[in-house]
């Protein structure tokens, strides 16, 4: 079995720094590792169309963004088959079959969804494309064999959703399509990075994202606006770390290196989290340090992204020539699945020679 590996992204706007910790890093680290047989990153344009069906263009604009951000973090085109959803037509044929072995009553329990719903107050007004996204999403994980899915701590749900979908066409058609595995960030606070503002969702509708793509005093501007400990007022005060989200970001991004170079009077973070507790560090400090953190990050990326941007038409080359790869093999796997299913009916010799006696007077 081959090791596969298929991730990608919803071009609603600019990744953010939850996705860099969430997964983007996670696939620029399985990237070099190159303990892969293919390596497969979506543009995930028909589930964003979801809920954006009425602002099409939204999507359209940031295809090109989220491809740079890809790009910007160091994924390599000849290392990685980027490829736009909604131009590989074999994922539309996989998910009206799989839409077969699903109830709407398993659809309306999966958490995520479930979640999303409430979010966007769609109540009994639900879109039919957005209610049946985990099917969809069975589609492009299958239909690339995909047997790894970094994601998400919240996307596991919808992935166990697609192992359910796996287990019922291979108990109907025989040994079809591979169960995935979600592959998840090590460290627990990357699963789900708050906002900002310290809303447990960092969200490009909430306004509290820090972007990849951010000029080095835009992120120095979010980072000293960060919510901390309402009541750490002044520096003497003993401060809070549960819900302080500049603490939650350094857990997210800081090393012990990284005290020797901006914060040398604490070796590490532990020590660092116990003078808060105490009292003596103000915030301004801890925000100053966490900023220089996230720059030392993001001006690599940042510099990077400037250079493709000044070649749009070589990105959009890279996205042709892989959505051409893709469209090969999600093929592979529609054809897999419809001799499997016996509904291959112009390929069925054995058909066609069986029907043909059972018309010919005499056998003749």
């Known amino acids: 079995m081959e090791r596969n590996i298929l991730t990608g992204d919803r071009p609603t706007g600019k990744l953010h720094i939850g996705h860099y910790v969430g997964s983007l890093k996670l696939r620029k680290k399985l990237q070099d590792e190159g303990a892969y047989d293919n390596f497969y990153v979506m543009i995930a344009d028909v589930q964003a169309l979801t809920d954006n069906w009425d602002n099409p263009e939204k999507i359209r604009q940031n295809i090109i963004e989220v491809a740079l951000d890809y790009l910007s973090i160091g994924l390599d085109p000849n290392k990685i088959t980027f490829f736009i959803q909604s131009q590989v037509k074999g994922l539309f044929e996989l998910t009206c079959y799989?839409?077969?072995v699903v109830t709407l009553a398993r659809l309306h329990r999966n958490p995520t969804v479930k979640s999303e719903l409430k979010?966007?107050?769609?109540?009994?007004s639900i879109p039919m494309g957005f209610l049946t996204y985990p099917v969809s999403q069975a589609a492009d994980i299958t239909g690339f064999d995909a047997t790894i899915v970094p994601a998400g701590e919240d996307q596991e749900p919808m992935i166990e959703q697609t192992r359910e979908i796996v287990r019922s066409i291979n108990n109907l058609y025989?040994?079809?399509?591979?169960?995935?595995?979600?592959m998840l960030p090590e460290n627990d606070v990357c699963k789900r990075l708050p906002g900002t503002d310290g809303n447990a969702k960092m969200s490009k509708s909430l306004g509290n994202c820090i972007y990849l793509s951010d000029d080095s005093e835009t992120v120095r501007k979010k980072v000293m606006s960060m919510y901390t400990d309402p009541d750490h007022i002044r520096i003497e005060d003993p401060g809070k770390i549960e819900g302080?989200?500049?603490?939650?970001y350094l857990d997210a991004f800081?090393?012990?290196s990284d005290f020797e170079k901006y914060l040398p009077e604490y070796k590490n973070l532990d020590e660092l989290k116990a003078a808060y507790q105490h009292g003596g560090v103000g915030d301004v400090k801890i925000k100053k340090f966490l900023y220089q953190i996230?720059?030392?990050e993001l001006a690599p990326i940042r510099e990077r992204r400037h250079?493709?941007?000044e070649r749009i038409p070589e990105v959009f080359d890279i996205l042709r020539k892989g959505t051409e790869e893709a469209n090969k093999k999600c093929n592979e796997v529609v054809k897999r699945l419809e001799e499997n299913m016996k509904i291959n009916y112009f390929e069925d010799k054995e058909l066609i020679n069986a029907q043909t006696m059972k018309y010919t007077p005499n056998g003749d």
Not at 119 to 124: L, T
Not at 174 to 182: F, M
Request: glycine share 4%.
């Open 174 to 182: 025989g040994e079809t399509l591979y169960e995935p595995k979600t």
């Open 98 to 100: 799989y839409l077969d």
């Open 307 to 309: 250079y493709y941007e």
């Open 254 to 256: 800081s090393e012990d």
């Open 294 to 296: 996230l720059e030392e």
């Open 244 to 248: 302080n989200t500049v603490f939650t």
């Open 119 to 124: 979010m966007r107050n769609f109540e009994e």
